[in-house]
């Protein structure tokens, strides 16, 4: 079993939608509450792209097993040198050490580019992603309480950050 990465193509995105939309229906890892589209998720990722943003695929065996990026995190040009990431593994690929792979790809592309800050924001019950995080060195650094509605029920947003100089 080689893990491979390597960056988004579009003929990528049937696949990220099914995952994507496994984590839409089944969880609160995207606040989101209609399914996405394929075209609307390569929307998504030819703006992220044209911005000069990565998108970024793993593999094994040429099977997608997840995936990631990362791309503006608020819209002033005073926030130019920090991005949000967000790092997505195919639901019976847990525990194999994909993601790790995805989010330090993703650090070593964003030091590349010369970004000074990581932001990751998580839903406060992924508590496997918060300690994920922390492995690689994320602070919790802000919750913003009730600030979605899902399922019924009000979620806390987890507001994690990485200095990545």
Known sequence: ME???RPYQTQDAETIVGILNYYIA?????YDYELRTLEQQQSIFEEKLFKGFPVIVVTIDE???GFGYYSEFRFREAYKFTVEHSVYVAPNEHGN?????ILQNLIDLAKKQKLHTMIGVIDAENENSIAFHEQFGFATVGIIRESGFKFDRWLHSVIMQLILE
Do not use: D, E, H, P
């Not at 089944?26 to 995207?30: D, F, Q």
């Not at 050490?97 to 792979?101: C, N, R, S, W």
């Open 3 to 5: 893990i491979k990465i």
């Open 26 to 30: 089944n969880s609160t890892a995207l």
């Open 63 to 65: 099977r997608i097993v």
């Open 97 to 101: 050490g994909i993601g790790k792979v």
